[in-house]
């Protein structure tokens, strides 16, 4: 029987983000596949969570793509990232609090490029008077990162419906984001 990598990381992505200390055994159960099967795939822990991070950052630049971050107002562009990013969201909780990703000189390059474009979005907002110059484009991208990490645990735990992540992640967002008009 042929085992689909994809499927694999999809599944245990769904445990961890539920569970972040599970077992490889329960990763494995959790996946339809044995122990034996998982390490055959992943050597280890570290090398399931590189693979996840792997196929996080694919999936969250595809959604940084479909958002079209350069199109249209700025704001708007915003709440298209937070609908993107929506499906990638359990999984990008999961990742950012996996500290081995974010230690030494390991660091995969992806979190760079997508920091970049995160952080191009609101600088392009404050250059267009859109979003407040006193908070950097730097802090705003961690601010969604946080906040969309945030409405996944929420959700997953039944403490938010789903259908209202995106509204309550843009209203957060946007409304600390942008700038007041002074009358």
Excluded: C
Excluded at 17 to 26: G, I, P, Q
């Amino acid at each position: 029987m042929s085992v689909d990598r994809t499927q694999v990381l999809h599944a245990a992505a769904a445990l961890l983000s539920r569970k972040a200390t599970a077992t490889m055994d329960e990763v494995a159960r959790s996946a339809g596949i044995g122990r034996a099967t998982l390490h055959r795939h992943f050597a280890g822990r570290d090398a399931l969570v590189r693979a996840l991070e792997d196929l996080g950052l694919q999936e969250l630049e595809a959604a940084l793509d479909r958002a079209g971050l350069d199109d249209g107002p700025e704001d708007e562009a915003v709440r298209r990232l937070v609908g993107e990013v929506e499906g990638v969201a359990p999984l990008l909780s999961f990742l950012v609090t996996e500290n081995q990703l974010f230690e030494g000189e390991q660091q995969n390059e992806g979190w760079e490029r997508i920091d970049a474009r995160v952080s191009a979005l609101f600088r392009r907002g404050q250059e267009n008077g859109v979003f407040r110059i006193d908070l950097t484009p730097a802090w705003l991208a961690e601010a969604f990162y946080g906040l969309v990490g945030s409405g996944a645990w929420a959700v997953q735990d039944g403490r938010v419906a789903a259908k209202d992540f995106q509204y309550m992640i843009a209203e957060l967002l946007l409304g600390g984001a942008r700038r007041s008009v002074e009358k």
